[in-house]
């Protein structure tokens, strides 16, 4: 599998959750508040959103390559980090798995005990579907942004990421609920994966690292990162279940 088809991917499963998560508040708001105010909210951070795609595409554009890598490449590592320890954390039931379905009751709850409308405008449907929105969504431009340009495939990586969100609000308007049987947690670890090795490989890269085997060396870093999370689950799961009947005799 190419750098393209990694990218694709990367940016596919990235934004698929995103999506997912930012679906669930907006439907949540919008069932109990209505759908008006809600729309409006998600209308203007997607503006937004527009706005800082066309400021940050071009600005990038100016950076050295060299340089541009080392910088996305620390940043991917970060963020892959963080997604990959959530995941293990999950996985290993040291954190309890995200659950749709209880964000999406938790939503609800809170939307409807927020005060009622006393305007043409709900800003509480506003604030929170601007908020949700442009929160994940920046989420989503930045693996974009990063994957595509650290490699000159920005439009593989905005394709996978369009994909994607097409495939969620589109599937969300047929079944108008939450998507609570995406295993977002699985996806999650996948993403965390690919952001982790697509970040050790630019990194390096950028400070003039020659991988030996060029692609080939990114998909030994996934196998490594991969193998190692698994092992790690499988070391927390241990002591998690040692740790378990200690604390039953005391």
Same mark, same amino acid.
């Given at each position: 599998?190419?750098?393209?088809?990694?990218?694709?991917?990367?940016?596919?499963?990235?934004?698929?959750?995103?999506?997912?998560?930012?679906?669930?508040?907006?439907?949540?708001?919008?069932?109990?508040?209505? %759908?008006?105010?809600?729309?409006?909210? #998600?209308?203007?951070?997607?503006?937004?959103?527009?706005?800082?795609?066309?400021? =940050?595409?071009?600005?990038?554009?100016?950076?050295?390559?060299? @340089?541009?890598?080392?910088?996305?490449?620390? +940043?991917?590592?970060?963020?892959? +980090?963080?997604?990959?320890?959530?995941?293990?954390?999950?996985?290993? *039931?040291?954190?309890?798995?995200?659950?749709?379905?209880?964000?999406?009751?938790?939503?609800?709850?809170?939307?409807?005990?927020?005060?009622?409308?006393?305007?043409?405008?709900?800003?509480?449907?506003? @604030?929170? $579907?601007?908020?949700?929105?442009? =929160?994940?969504?920046?989420?989503?431009?930045?693996?974009?942004?990063?994957?595509?340009?650290?490699?000159?495939?920005?439009? #593989?990586?905005?394709?996978?990421?369009?994909?994607?969100?097409?495939?969620?609000?589109?599937?969300?308007?047929?079944?108008?609920?939450? +998507?609570?049987?995406?295993?977002?947690? &699985?996806?999650?670890? $996948?993403?965390?994966?690919?952001? @982790?090795?697509?970040?050790?490989? %630019?990194?390096?890269?950028?400070?003039?690292?020659? %991988?030996?085997?060029?692609?080939?060396?990114?998909?030994?870093?996934?196998?490594?990162? *991969?193998?190692?999370?698994?092992?790690?689950?499988?070391?927390?799961?241990?002591? &998690? &279940?040692?740790?378990?009947?200690?604390?039953?005799? @005391?």
């Amino acid at each position: 599998m190419g750098h393209a088809a990694l990218a694709f991917l990367t940016a596919f499963l990235a934004s698929g959750v995103e999506a997912v998560e930012a679906l669930t508040i907006v439907l949540a708001v919008g069932v109990v508040r209505g %759908w008006r105010s809600t729309l409006i909210g #998600v209308g203007a951070a997607g503006g937004i959103l527009v706005v800082a795609v066309a400021l =940050l595409g071009p600005a990038l554009g100016h950076v050295p390559i060299g @340089t541009l890598r080392v910088v996305v490449g620390v +940043l991917l590592l970060a963020f892959g +980090l963080q997604w990959l320890r959530k995941a293990i954390l999950r996985s290993s *039931g040291f954190k309890e798995l995200h659950d749709e379905d209880a964000a999406y009751a938790k939503e609800r709850g809170q939307a409807g005990e927020a005060a009622a409308a006393g305007s043409a405008m709900d800003w509480y449907s506003f @604030t929170v $579907a601007f908020k949700g929105v442009l =929160l994940e969504g920046l989420e989503v431009i930045f693996v974009v942004i990063a994957l595509g340009t650290a490699q000159e495939r920005l439009g #593989v990586a905005a394709l996978g990421a369009a994909a994607a969100i097409v495939a969620v609000v589109a599937t969300g308007l047929l079944v108008h609920r939450p +998507l609570s049987r995406v295993p977002e947690n &699985s996806i999650k670890f $996948a993403v965390g994966v690919l952001l @982790t090795s697509f970040g050790c490989f %630019w990194a390096a890269e950028g400070v003039g690292v020659d %991988w030996p085997g060029d692609e080939l060396a990114l998909l030994i870093l996934i196998a490594y990162f *991969g193998l190692l999370s698994v092992a790690l689950i499988r070391v927390l799961r241990y002591r &998690s &279940s040692a740790v378990r009947p200690a604390a039953a005799r @005391t």
